[in-house]
């Protein structure tokens, strides 16, 4: 049966009208073919008037279950299109007031396949296609509408993943001068060898830049949760510190909760704190209403549909932060030898 669902808050389900699109659907995509970033309609978000002084590349999580359909198709399934619209002005809310943001649509992979990528460990296995549209929608904002911008690249879920890849595969000098961070958050599959990829490195304060920004939320008795295992790196939003120093609710700025429009209905500080488990990879908390972060899909007591909104005004606030150490000079470390050859493709 077929059924659809926003990965992020699937405690609503989106209305039709939630977002307005500009332009009609068109014809469906095949899998076999490149998309054509220099066409606005398979981006979902391109500021008109890009008017501030940093960018946010923007890719969107898992956001529908569909038997029927591996890959997600915005010209001919409207609930998908909207679901991804929705899901951008939700997430993307905790930066638009002082980044213009870029968001791509992409041939994502459904979630249950995604899912069953993750526990066989075949990656980027089916993903591959979804993971090449960031590669290009990347190179084509990097080559025609970034003009020389600093940027925070910015994910959840599979979004995180293909960033993550992105990263792995395409970091070079000219691409690793201007990222302020890299939010990749609730990304599973982390567990690289960093010997492998010495570019990537972890963010180990709330001000470093040019670093990865990780978590994964989960309950302590979380059992069967397929993106944070032993060792996976991560970061604790409350007090930014990777070791298991808790982080008390009072450190916690604001959880906020949407309405069906994606408009935040509620804001609660000060509700949920935090203690990062380094060995187990995962963020620990105990929210006082854990039925609205949970899906049996994803495992019991995981929270990773949680991953930003219970954490949203830190995680706003950490971003300026991030930003104002790049713009006021604070020095990247020294990148080493990167062994990357140039795609002139697009």
Known sequence: ????????????????NAVSTANPPSPTILQTEQINYADQE????????????????????????????????????????????????????????????????????????????????????????????????????????NHGRPFILFGHSQGAMALFYLMQKEFNQSFAKNMVAAYLIGCPNMNIDLKKYPWLKFAQSESDIG??????TQANDAVDDLFALPGTP???????KTDKTTAAPDLNL?????????????????????????????????????????NELLGKHVYHIGDISIFYRNLEKNAQKRIDSFLNGQPLEPLPEIPFTEDKSL
């Open 42 to 145: 398979n981006w979902a978000q391109i500021p008109p008037k890009p008017d501030k002084d940093v960018d946010v590349f923007y890719v969107y999580p898992t956001i529908y279950v569909d038997e029927d359909r591996p890959y997600m198709d915005w010209k001919t399934q409207d609930d998908q299109r909207l679901a991804a619209l929705l899901n951008i002005k939700m997430n993307t809310g905790t930066m638009k007031d002082f980044a213009n943001v870029y968001a791509p649509f992409y041939r994502q992979t459904e979630l249950t396949i995604a899912l069953k990528a993750l526990r066989e460990k075949n990656l980027p296995g089916p993903m591959q296609l979804s993971f090449d549209d960031i590669k290009n929608a990347f190179k084509y904002y990097l080559t025609y509408l």
């Open 234 to 240: 991560g970061i604790n939003p409350l007090n930014w």
């Open 1 to 16: 049966m077929k059924h659809f669902l926003l990965l992020l808050f699937l405690f609503f389900a989106p209305s039709v």
């Open 211 to 216: 670093v990865i920004i990780t978590w994964n």
């Open 254 to 294: 604001g959880t906020v909760y949407f309405d069906d429009n994606g408009n935040i209905k509620e804001e609660i500080p000060h509700l949920i704190g935090a203690t990062l488990n380094p060995e187990k990879g995962a963020l620990i908390v105990s929210p006082p209403n854990p039925e609205q972060y949970e």
